[in-house]
């Protein structure tokens, strides 16, 4: 993952709040500046954080360093498992910075879509003015039961941001 603006990263892991017992899990196949933004703001927040390593030489680098962390939990994680669901748990929010293969999108959305809370959000991170991919993440979250997505371009120097909403009793 390309660099992120420290300033601009924390303007968007705002928009998770402070509301007590949120539960974020992030895909991520590399890249520290989000996780490391994201499990600052979860300590901080007492929020539970799952880290899910999409790639295994990642994973291998940062098991340890988060270990210290009491709710953060990181995972090596494959994206072709049959279900997401992991101890019963429903996230708030789902990031995803992972690179996830144009195949593989609709299979991923729909398992994700199983652990994410009624009304949460997930937030796909789009290499900059990637506009066919942009779109086809879109079309595909619409085809998924996500509603309400919406694309912050501006945001980033290096990524397009989605954010889509499961929408409660939509799918479940």
């Known amino acids: 993952?390309?660099?992120?603006?420290?300033?601009?990263?924390?303007?968007?892991?705002?928009?998770?709040?402070?509301t007590p017992a949120f539960q974020?899990?992030?895909?991520?196949?590399?890249?520290?500046?989000?996780?490391?933004?994201?499990?600052?703001?979860?300590?901080?927040?007492?929020?539970?954080?799952?880290?899910?390593?999409?790639?295994?030489?990642?994973?291998e680098n940062i098991k340890e360093k988060y270990q210290e962390y009491a709710t953060t939990k990181v995972m090596?994680?494959?994206?072709?498992?049959?279900?997401?669901?992991?101890?019963?748990?429903?996230?708030?929010?789902?990031?995803?910075?992972?690179?996830?293969?144009?195949?593989?999108?609709?299979?991923?959305?729909k398992r994700v879509h199983k652990i994410i809370r009624s009304a949460g959000s997930i937030i796909i991170f789009t290499p900059k003015k990637d506009y066919d991919e942009r779109d086809h993440w879109v079309e595909l979250l619409e085809e998924s039961l996500y509603v309400s997505t919406s694309v912050i371009d501006d945001l980033f120097e290096h990524y397009d941001i989605i954010i889509s909403r499961k929408m409660h009793g939509w799918g479940d």
């Open 76 to 109: 090596n994680f494959l994206l072709q498992r049959r279900a997401y669901k992991i101890q019963a748990r429903e996230y708030n929010f789902i990031f995803v910075s992972s690179t996830i293969e144009k195949e593989m999108r609709s299979d991923f959305l």
């Open 24 to 59: 974020v899990a992030h895909f991520t196949d590399g890249g520290e500046e989000l996780m490391e933004s994201l499990n600052s703001y979860c300590t901080k927040q007492e929020f539970h954080y799952q880290v899910n390593c999409t790639n295994r030489e990642f994973y």
């Open 1 to 18: 993952m390309k660099s992120l603006e420290k300033d601009k990263l924390e303007m968007l892991i705002d928009i998770i709040g402070t």
